[in-house]
T-cell receptor, first 112, second 114 residues
């Protein structure tokens, strides 16, 4: 199957680190993505990682991929109130025409 | 460089009417994807188009839904005889080409069927 699963909610204090987790079932996934969706808005591509990589860092964002366990995580350092949003992980697989399969989204709430 | 444009942003239709959703990809992008987001759910792939070609329509409902991406002009997602279950946010994404794994999303069209 092509299931991508995420926990529904995460609440953190401003300044702390946030870790959003995602598991997927399709071992042929080629690229794995993190998108951010603010209320009433479209999806913003945050970062993505190729399946032969273990880690990718981009400023406050760190993506970790455990291919053996099919587990992907997004760490946001020094979380700010502007990071409050829904975060979607998504996968694309080779030969799949690059169509994305999305998780259900994790709502991140940043409290003062 | 303008991003992906979608219009209208909000669309209200009565049951049985037709809905037409438009998507203009980013400049230089020739590939368009349509996704649907039902309330409280993630996005589901509907269709993947290149100029004048449908590449993958495996996510499209068999009836009432159609999509096109003509040589000139925006991509259009058309829903005939809308029903309440069609109420959702419809997102378009574009990418430069088949070998690119980056997809950039538009702001979406929120369709409400009354």
């Amino acid at each position: 199957g092509e299931d991508v699963e995420q926990s529904l909610f995460l609440s953190v204090r401003e300044g702390d680190s946030s870790v959003i987790n995602c598991t997927y079932t399709d071992s042929s996934s080629t690229y794995l993505y993190w998108y951010k969706q603010e209320p009433g808005a479209g999806l913003q591509l945050l970062t993505y990682i190729f399946s032969n990589m273990d880690m990718k860092q981009d400023q406050r964002l760190t993506v970790l991929l455990n291919k053996k366990d099919k587990h992907l995580s997004l760490r946001i350092a020094d979380t700010q109130t502007g990071d409050s949003a829904i975060y979607f992980c998504a996968e694309a697989k080779a030969g799949g025409g690059n169509k994305l399969t999305f998780g259900t989204g994790t709502q991140l709430k940043v409290e003062l | 460089n303008a991003g992906v444009m979608q219009n209208p942003r909000h669309l209200v239709r009565r049951r049985g009417q037709e809905a037409r959703l438009r998507c203009s990809p980013m400049k230089g992008h020739s590939h368009v994807y349509w996704y649907r987001q039902l309330p409280e759910e993630g996005l589901k792939f509907m269709v993947y188009l290149q100029k004048e070609n449908i590449i993958d329509e495996s996510g499209m409902p068999k009836e009432r839904f159609s999509a096109e991406f003509p040589k000139e002009g925006p991509s259009i997602l058309r829903i005939q005889q809308v029903v309440r279950g069609d109420s959702a946010a419809y997102f378009c994404a574009s990418s430069p080409g088949r070998s690119s794994y980056e997809q950039y999303f538009g702001p979406g069209t929120r369709l409400t069927v009354t």
